[in-house]
């Protein structure tokens, strides 16, 4: 099974800054990759599609980037309703996994 | 407006059994795939299975073969999820997601998600 291997855990940062997260997969998945938000007592939704799509009516403050192993994911300017856990996930071969999930929070 | 609902969680004792559905509206439901996902209590994602638009295919994690049987009745526009032998690692919060067209590992609309517990 491919593993993803997500960092930090968490973070806290400010209002207008730039956050980053990464997300490393335990093997080649060319652009099989995507990123997820969960908001408190919510269910996932779909931020980001292969490596960098955009899902429609997601706000271009978001981005992704990387590709074969080794992923970013970008928020350009951390609004208080990003407050949220994020998840990236693979779908290469199944089993599809995820991994563990960054919370951000607001400094 | 497109919609998945999830049914059928419940308390259930180790070894029991449960079946989940999930009705959907707002987009057609029988040129989708679909899927089953779960999340344990302040956990993280876990896939758990995979079921074709047709339903001639099916996948699931290793963790839930040979115990769970993905199925979908496409005049009913509903999924479904029969759960045998539980076990206590299956208490979570089960969702059901459409795959994007052409992206079968991609889940794009999901449910609110219904609460399994298994307990003694």
């Known amino acids: 099974d491919i593993q993803m291997t997500q960092s930090p855990s968490s973070l806290s940062a400010s209002v207008g800054d730039r956050v980053t997260i990464t997300c490393q997969a335990s093997?080649?998945?060319?652009?099989?990759l995507n990123w997820y938000q969960q908001k408190p007592g919510e269910a996932p939704k779909l931020l980001i599609y292969d490596v960098y799509n955009l899902q429609t009516g997601v706000p271009s403050r978001f981005s992704g980037g990387g590709s074969g192993t080794d992923f970013s994911f970008t928020i350009s300017s951390l609004q208080s309703e990003d407050v949220a856990i994020y998840y990236c996930q693979h779908y290469h071969s199944d089993p599809w996994t995820f991994g563990h999930g960054t919370k951000v929070e607001i400094k | 407006e497109v919609q998945l609902m999830e049914s059928g969680g419940d308390l259930a004792q180790p070894g029991g059994s449960l079946r989940l559905s999930c009705g959907a509206s707002?987009?057609?439901?029988?040129?989708?795939?679909m899927n089953w996902v779960r999340q344990a209590p302040g956990k993280g994602l876990e896939w758990v299975s995979y079921i074709s638009s047709r339903g001639n295919t099916i996948k699931y994690a290793d963790s839930v073969k040979g115990r769970f049987t993905i199925s979908r009745d496409n005049a009913k526009n509903s999924l479904y999820l029969q759960m045998n032998s539980l076990r206590d690692e299956d208490t979570a919060l089960y969702f059901c997601a459409r795959a994007s067209l052409s992206r079968a590992g991609t889940f794009d609309i999901w449910g609110q998600g219904t609460v399994v517990t298994v307990s003694s």
């Open positions: 707002g987009f057609t439901f029988s040129i989708y795939s």
């Open positions: 093997q080649d998945i060319v652009n099989y």
